[in-house]
C-alpha cells in the first residue's frame, strides 16, 4: 500500500464531509481525554454542541479541560476493509466556550444544516469553537 500526506485544502474537504471526529482534550494533570462529536466546519473553524442526548452531567469533562486548557486536536478517519481507501485528517487548534445565544445562533444554524436531528431538536449548547492552527492527513494511494 503506498501513502500520501494530504495538502491543507484536501484534509479540510475530507474532514468536512465525515459525519462524525472525536476531540481531544487535556486535563489538568496531563491526561488525555477523547469523545466522539458531530461537528460542522466553516473555513478553518470546527464547531461541536453540546446536545440532549443523555450526559451524567453538565460540568463536562471536556469543557472543563478547555477552559484550563483550550489546545485540542480533532480527528476524523474512513475505514474500509480495502484498506487503499483508508484516511485519515486531523485539526490542531485553540477552542473557545461559546455560550451566549448570539454567538451560538451561526454555529448551531450550521450543525443543523449537517444534522437533521438537530433540526428537530436543536442543541442547547453550549458551543465549542476549534480555529485551525493547523490541518493534517494521509491517505492510502491505492
Known amino acids: 500500500m503506498r501513502a500520501l500526506n494530504l495538502a491543507t485544502d484536501e484534509a479540510r474537504r475530507r474532514f468536512a464531509d465525515a459525519a462524525v471526529a472525536r476531540l481531544a482534550t487535556v486535563g489538568a494533570a496531563g491526561q488525555p481525554h477523547l469523545v466522539p462529536v458531530t461537528f460542522a466546519v466553516d473555513g478553518d473553524h470546527i464547531y461541536t454542541a453540546v446536545d440532549a442526548k443523555p450526559k451524567t452531567t453538565a460540568n463536562l469533562r471536556r469543557l472543563r479541560n478547555i477552559a484550563g486548557n ?24 485553540v477552542a473557545s466556550i461559546l455560550t451566549q ?18 433540526r428537530a431538536s436543536p ?11 493547523r490541518w493534517s492527513g494521509w491517505a492510502a494511494a491505492g
Open 70 to 93: 483550550p489546545r485540542v486536536a480533532v480527528l476524523a478517519d474512513h475505514y474500509e476493509a480495502d484498506w487503499d481507501g483508508l484516511w485519515w485528517v486531523r485539526a490542531d487548534g
Open 101 to 118: 445565544p448570539p454567538e451560538m445562533a451561526g454555529p448551531l444554524r450550521l450543525l443543523a444544516a449537517r444534522y437533521p436531528q438537530y
Open 123 to 133: 442543541p442547547g449548547g453550549p458551543v465549542i469553537s476549534v480555529q485551525v492552527a
